[in-house]
């Protein structure tokens, strides 16, 4: 199925953004008292402190969040487009048996070969794993 990457690239990435996930809810939760007083909207941004993301955080502040950073850096453009597809699946954009249209679709954003976007999912961790199990790439018990 995949052409570019592997599946143990696709659980390398979905293990380190669980890591940078845990190593968020570390930096938040020392964050629990500081007033951030009145914050402006940006633009398309549903939250306004943008909390939700992994990118709250420098990769100085999580080193697994540098780590899966300079994965997806490393990784060709058209292994980054694979891997957005898998996302894509597991988000539930696509199904398992889609996975044509969700590689033609993966491609077809503006910076489909750029990391950042993938970099910043709060769930893609949740999202990989689950895209690798709607595609039969992973076994029962999450091998």
């Known amino acids: 199925m995949f052409k570019q990457i592997s599946v143990d690239t696709v659980k390398q990435a979905a293990d380190l953004a669980h890591e940078a996930m845990a190593d968020r809810q570390r930096f938040l939760a020392g964050m629990r008292n500081i007033d951030l007083g009145e914050q402006r909207a940006e633009r398309g941004s549903r939250n306004p402190t943008d909390l939700d993301a992994l990118n709250i955080m420098s990769t100085d502040a999580s080193g697994a969040l540098d780590q899966l950073t300079r994965m997806l850096e490393g990784l060709s453009p058209e292994q980054r487009t694979e891997l957005r597809a898998v996302m894509m699946v597991g988000r539930g954009d696509f199904a398992g048996n889609q996975w044509d249209r969700a ?41």
């Open 103 to 143: 590689l033609d679709e993966a491609g077809r954003a503006p910076d489909a070969s750029h990391y950042t976007d993938i970099a910043e999912r709060i769930d893609l961790h949740d999202y990989l794993m689950k895209g690798l199990y709607e595609l039969n790439l992973l076994k029962k018990n999450g091998q």
